[in-house]
Protein backbone atom coordinates (compact mmCIF):
# COMPACT_ATOMS: atom_id res chain seq x y z
CA UNK A 1 0.00 0.00 0.00
CA UNK A 2 1.35 3.61 -0.75
CA UNK A 3 2.02 6.10 1.77
CA UNK A 4 2.36 9.48 1.81
CA UNK A 5 5.63 11.53 2.84
CA UNK A 6 3.70 13.05 5.63
CA UNK A 7 3.88 9.48 7.41
CA UNK A 8 4.78 9.12 10.81
CA UNK A 9 6.84 5.79 11.65
CA UNK A 10 6.80 4.83 15.40
CA UNK A 11 10.01 3.97 17.00
CA UNK A 12 11.42 0.72 15.62
CA UNK A 13 9.75 0.97 12.39
CA UNK A 14 11.69 0.25 9.34
CA UNK A 15 11.65 3.80 7.56
CA UNK A 16 14.66 3.85 5.55
CA UNK A 17 17.41 2.15 3.12
CA UNK A 18 20.72 2.99 1.45
CA UNK A 19 23.44 1.66 -0.11
CA UNK A 20 27.04 1.76 0.00
CA UNK A 21 28.43 1.68 -3.49
CA UNK A 22 32.05 1.82 -5.46
CA UNK A 23 30.30 3.43 -8.10
CA UNK A 24 27.37 5.44 -7.72
CA UNK A 25 26.35 5.86 -11.45
CA UNK A 26 26.33 2.28 -12.00
CA UNK A 27 23.75 1.73 -8.92
CA UNK A 28 21.67 4.03 -10.85
CA UNK A 29 22.13 2.12 -13.71
CA UNK A 30 21.73 -1.33 -11.81
CA UNK A 31 18.37 -0.34 -9.70
CA UNK A 32 17.06 1.90 -12.40
CA UNK A 33 16.41 -0.38 -14.81
CA UNK A 34 15.56 -3.15 -12.13
CA UNK A 35 12.95 -1.67 -10.36
CA UNK A 36 11.93 1.63 -11.97
CA UNK A 37 13.69 4.32 -10.03
CA UNK A 38 14.80 7.85 -10.87
CA UNK A 39 17.29 9.27 -9.15
CA UNK A 40 17.97 13.28 -7.83
CA UNK A 41 21.35 14.91 -5.72
CA UNK A 42 20.83 14.61 -2.03
CA UNK A 43 23.27 15.71 0.76
CA UNK A 44 26.55 14.71 0.90
CA UNK A 45 27.22 13.76 -2.71
CA UNK A 46 24.43 10.40 -2.53
CA UNK A 47 21.20 10.16 -4.20
CA UNK A 48 17.37 9.43 -3.79
CA UNK A 49 15.94 7.24 -5.07
CA UNK A 50 12.44 8.07 -6.55
CA UNK A 51 9.51 5.38 -7.31
CA UNK A 52 6.79 7.23 -8.91
CA UNK A 53 8.33 10.75 -7.35
CA UNK A 54 8.67 8.82 -3.82
CA UNK A 55 11.72 8.39 -2.42
CA UNK A 56 12.34 5.10 -1.74
CA UNK A 57 16.06 4.63 -1.05
CA UNK A 58 19.19 6.23 -1.12
CA UNK A 59 22.68 5.22 -2.86
CA UNK A 60 26.16 7.03 -2.00
CA UNK A 61 29.50 6.28 -2.57
CA UNK A 62 32.22 4.36 -0.47
CA UNK A 63 34.09 6.97 1.76
CA UNK A 64 36.73 4.56 2.27
CA UNK A 65 37.28 1.46 -0.14
CA UNK A 66 37.82 -0.80 2.60
CA UNK A 67 34.42 -0.50 4.09
CA UNK A 68 31.48 -3.28 2.89
CA UNK A 69 29.49 -2.61 -0.32
CA UNK A 70 26.36 -2.87 1.73
CA UNK A 71 22.69 -2.30 2.12
CA UNK A 72 21.72 -0.97 5.59
CA UNK A 73 18.10 -0.95 6.78
CA UNK A 74 17.32 2.32 9.52
CA UNK A 75 14.48 1.95 11.76
CA UNK A 76 13.09 4.82 13.10
CA UNK A 77 13.98 6.67 16.33
CA UNK A 78 12.58 9.59 17.80
CA UNK A 79 15.17 10.37 19.99
CA UNK A 80 18.17 8.91 18.40
CA UNK A 81 21.07 9.33 21.15
CA UNK A 82 18.34 7.85 23.80
CA UNK A 83 18.23 4.87 21.64
CA UNK A 84 21.82 4.28 21.01
CA UNK A 85 22.26 4.46 24.83
CA UNK A 86 19.46 1.78 25.11
CA UNK A 87 21.43 -0.47 22.34
CA UNK A 88 24.82 0.14 24.34
CA UNK A 89 23.17 -1.20 27.35
CA UNK A 90 21.65 -3.84 26.14
CA UNK A 91 24.98 -5.63 24.79
CA UNK A 92 25.05 -3.83 21.18
CA UNK A 93 27.46 -1.33 20.41
CA UNK A 94 27.57 2.14 18.58
CA UNK A 95 29.46 2.23 15.26
CA UNK A 96 28.75 5.72 14.35
CA UNK A 97 27.44 7.97 16.75
CA UNK A 98 24.69 10.11 16.18
CA UNK A 99 25.38 12.75 13.71
CA UNK A 100 23.00 15.27 11.54
CA UNK A 101 22.31 14.77 8.54
CA UNK A 102 21.64 18.60 7.42
CA UNK A 103 17.82 19.32 8.09
CA UNK A 104 16.47 16.16 6.96
CA UNK A 105 17.61 14.73 10.49
CA UNK A 106 20.04 12.96 12.52
CA UNK A 107 21.35 9.14 11.91
CA UNK A 108 23.14 6.49 13.58
CA UNK A 109 24.79 3.26 12.87
CA UNK A 110 24.91 0.73 15.53
CA UNK A 111 25.03 -3.05 15.82
CA UNK A 112 22.85 -5.75 17.89
CA UNK A 113 24.54 -7.96 20.13
CA UNK A 114 26.22 -10.72 17.61
CA UNK A 115 27.26 -7.74 15.79
CA UNK A 116 24.76 -7.36 12.76
CA UNK A 117 24.54 -3.75 11.84
CA UNK A 118 21.82 -1.71 11.20
CA UNK A 119 21.24 2.48 10.82
CA UNK A 120 18.61 4.45 13.44
CA UNK A 121 17.09 7.64 11.65
CA UNK A 122 15.49 10.41 14.03
CA UNK A 123 13.67 12.47 11.24
CA UNK A 124 13.58 15.83 10.53
CA UNK A 125 12.41 17.05 6.99
CA UNK A 126 12.67 13.49 6.00
CA UNK A 127 10.47 11.28 7.53
CA UNK A 128 11.78 7.85 5.27
CA UNK A 129 9.98 6.23 3.08
CA UNK A 130 7.27 8.04 0.88
CA UNK A 131 6.00 4.68 -0.17
CA UNK A 132 6.76 1.11 0.42
CA UNK A 133 4.67 -2.30 0.64
CA UNK A 134 4.24 -2.26 -3.52
CA UNK A 135 6.77 -3.81 -6.26
CA UNK A 136 10.34 -1.37 -6.23
CA UNK A 137 9.91 -0.23 -2.93
CA UNK A 138 11.06 -1.65 0.78
CA UNK A 139 8.59 -4.99 1.53
CA UNK A 140 10.44 -6.31 4.60
CA UNK A 141 14.25 -6.52 6.46
CA UNK A 142 15.22 -10.09 7.29
CA UNK A 143 17.63 -10.65 10.19
CA UNK A 144 20.03 -13.63 9.90
CA UNK A 145 21.15 -14.48 13.72
CA UNK A 146 23.17 -17.07 15.11
CA UNK A 147 20.32 -17.50 17.91
CA UNK A 148 16.95 -16.04 17.26
CA UNK A 149 15.89 -16.03 21.12
CA UNK A 150 18.67 -13.99 21.83
CA UNK A 151 18.01 -11.26 18.83
CA UNK A 152 13.44 -11.73 19.64
CA UNK A 153 15.02 -10.75 23.28
CA UNK A 154 17.04 -7.69 22.16
CA UNK A 155 14.76 -6.51 19.54
CA UNK A 156 11.61 -7.03 21.39
CA UNK A 157 13.24 -5.30 24.60
CA UNK A 158 14.91 -2.14 22.14
CA UNK A 159 11.66 -1.64 19.38
CA UNK A 160 8.52 -3.76 21.87
CA UNK A 161 5.96 -1.74 20.53
CA UNK A 162 6.76 -2.03 16.59
CA UNK A 163 7.45 -5.73 17.04
CA UNK A 164 4.99 -6.60 19.68
CA UNK A 165 2.85 -4.18 20.28
CA UNK A 166 -1.47 -4.30 19.98
CA UNK A 167 -1.17 -1.95 16.82
CA UNK A 168 2.05 -3.77 15.29
CA UNK A 169 2.34 -4.75 11.97
CA UNK A 170 5.82 -5.67 12.15
CA UNK A 171 8.18 -5.15 9.09
CA UNK A 172 10.68 -7.17 10.30
CA UNK A 173 11.57 -10.92 10.98
CA UNK A 174 14.56 -13.13 12.46
CA UNK A 175 15.78 -16.53 11.15
CA UNK A 176 18.90 -18.87 11.98
CA UNK A 177 21.65 -17.77 9.39
CA UNK A 178 22.01 -21.38 8.33
CA UNK A 179 18.25 -21.42 7.23
CA UNK A 180 19.90 -19.41 4.25
CA UNK A 181 23.34 -19.21 4.53
CA UNK A 182 26.62 -21.00 4.97
CA UNK A 183 26.92 -21.20 8.99
CA UNK A 184 30.15 -19.07 8.63
CA UNK A 185 28.34 -16.04 7.88
CA UNK A 186 28.45 -13.68 10.23
CA UNK A 187 24.92 -12.28 11.28
CA UNK A 188 23.69 -9.29 9.01
CA UNK A 189 20.11 -7.77 7.61
CA UNK A 190 19.13 -8.26 4.45
CA UNK A 191 17.13 -5.53 3.27
CA UNK A 192 14.09 -7.14 0.91
CA UNK A 193 12.41 -5.28 -2.04
CA UNK A 194 9.10 -5.58 -4.03
CA UNK A 195 8.55 -7.43 -7.44
CA UNK A 196 5.94 -8.53 -9.12
CA UNK A 197 7.42 -11.72 -10.39
CA UNK A 198 10.37 -12.97 -8.98
CA UNK A 199 11.41 -15.12 -11.56
CA UNK A 200 11.53 -12.15 -13.80
CA UNK A 201 13.24 -10.22 -11.84
CA UNK A 202 15.87 -13.01 -11.39
CA UNK A 203 16.53 -12.82 -14.92
CA UNK A 204 17.16 -8.79 -15.41
CA UNK A 205 19.42 -9.25 -12.18
CA UNK A 206 21.45 -11.76 -14.08
CA UNK A 207 21.48 -9.66 -17.45
CA UNK A 208 22.41 -6.56 -15.20
CA UNK A 209 25.49 -8.38 -14.04
CA UNK A 210 24.13 -9.49 -10.45
CA UNK A 211 24.07 -12.94 -9.66
CA UNK A 212 21.90 -15.25 -7.29
CA UNK A 213 22.84 -16.23 -3.78
CA UNK A 214 20.16 -18.53 -2.50
CA UNK A 215 16.79 -19.31 -3.96
CA UNK A 216 13.96 -18.23 -4.80
CA UNK A 217 12.41 -20.06 -1.93
CA UNK A 218 8.90 -19.80 0.14
CA UNK A 219 9.16 -17.87 3.80
CA UNK A 220 5.85 -17.05 5.90
CA UNK A 221 5.89 -13.92 4.34
CA UNK A 222 6.46 -15.00 0.71
CA UNK A 223 8.74 -16.19 -2.36
CA UNK A 224 12.52 -14.79 -1.87
CA UNK A 225 15.24 -14.74 -3.35
CA UNK A 226 18.37 -13.10 -1.93
CA UNK A 227 21.06 -11.62 -4.79
CA UNK A 228 23.58 -9.88 -5.02
CA UNK A 229 23.64 -6.38 -7.68
CA UNK A 230 26.89 -5.34 -10.23
CA UNK A 231 29.14 -4.60 -7.28
CA UNK A 232 28.36 -6.46 -4.65
CA UNK A 233 25.78 -5.46 -2.49
CA UNK A 234 23.39 -8.12 -1.63
CA UNK A 235 19.42 -7.58 -1.10
CA UNK A 236 16.26 -9.46 -1.69
CA UNK A 237 13.40 -9.84 -4.18
CA UNK A 238 10.43 -10.38 -2.25
CA UNK A 239 7.28 -11.57 -4.25
CA UNK A 240 4.09 -11.36 -2.20
Not at 9 to 20: K, R, T
Not at 45 to 60: H, I, K, M, Q, Y
Request: aromatic share 12%; proline share 7%; hydrophobic share 45%.
Amino acid sequence: MAENRASVYGEGVPCWVDAQLPDVDAGKRFYGELFGWSFEGAHGGSVWARLDGEPVAALARKADGRMPTVWTVYFAAPDVTATARRIDAAGGQVVAAPFPVGELGAAALVTDPEGAVFGLWQAGRHPGFGTRHRPGAFAWAQLYARDTERANGFYGGLFHDALFGPDAEPDFGRAPVTDVFPAQMPPHFVVHFGVEDCEAALGTVGRLGGRVQSGPFTASYGTVAVVTDDQGASFALLER
